[in-house]
C-alpha cells in the first residue's frame, strides 16, 4: 500500500469534489490546480452569465470564488462546510472573459478556517475579492485507507 503525498491527496480530493459538483460543471468551471490549503479554479464568461448592464452577474463571480474556497478547505480531506464568506467586486467582467480564482488558506485552527480568493481576468485585471470562513465536519472526500485486497 502506498501512502498519498499532500499534494496528491489534495488532487484526489479535488478531483473527487468537481466530478460531483453539477453547479460548477454546468457553469463550465475547470480545476486548473489543488494544492493543500490552496486551489485555482476557472470560468469563461458566456452571454449567458451577463446581467442586465451587459457585464457578467455578481452571482456568477461569488460562485467561482465559493467553488475555489470549497476546494481550498476540503482538498486535505476533512470535509469543511462555509460558515460565512463576503466579497467585493473591484471591476466588471464582460462576454469572453476567462477569470481565474485563487484561494488561499490564511489561517486554519480547531475546526474553523479563513480563506482569501481572489479574481482575475485574462490580462491579470483584479475583478473580485472574497474572504471565507470554514467549518469542519464530520467525514472524508477519498478513502486513503483502501482495504487490502487478497487473492
Not at 469534489?17 to 460543471?25: F, G, I, P, R
Not at 476533512?78 to 476567462?98: E, K, M, Y
Request: aromatic share 4%; charged share 10%; glycine share 8%.
Amino acid at each position: 500500500m502506498t501512502l498519498m503525498t499532500p499534494h496528491q491527496l489534495a488532487q484526489a480530493c479535488s478531483q473527487a469534489m468537481h466530478a460531483n459538483d453539477y453547479a460548477s460543471n454546468w457553469l463550465g468551471i475547470s480545476l486548473l490546480e489543488s494544492l493543500p490549503g490552496e486551489a485555482t479554479l476557472s470560468m469563461q464568461v458566456t452571454q449567458n452569465m451577463v446581467n442586465g448592464h451587459g457585464i457578467c452577474h455578481g452571482g456568477l463571480i461569488f460562485t467561482l470564488c465559493d467553488t475555489a474556497f470549497a476546494h481550498a478547505c476540503n482538498n486535505t480531506n476533512h470535509n469543511t462546510v462555509a460558515s460565512g464568506c463576503t466579497i467585493d467586486f473591484l471591476a466588471p467582467a464582460h462576454v469572453g472573459d476567462q477569470l481565474s480564482a485563487r484561494a488561499q488558506q490564511r489561517s486554519r485552527s480547531g475546526r474553523t478556517g479563513v480563506y482569501d480568493v481572489e479574481v482575475h481576468n485574462q490580462d491579470a485585471v483584479l475583478l473580485a475579492v472574497f474572504r471565507g470562513k470554514s467549518h469542519q465536519i464530520k467525514g472524508a472526500l477519498v478513502d486513503t485507507h483502501p482495504a487490502e485486497h487478497t487473492v
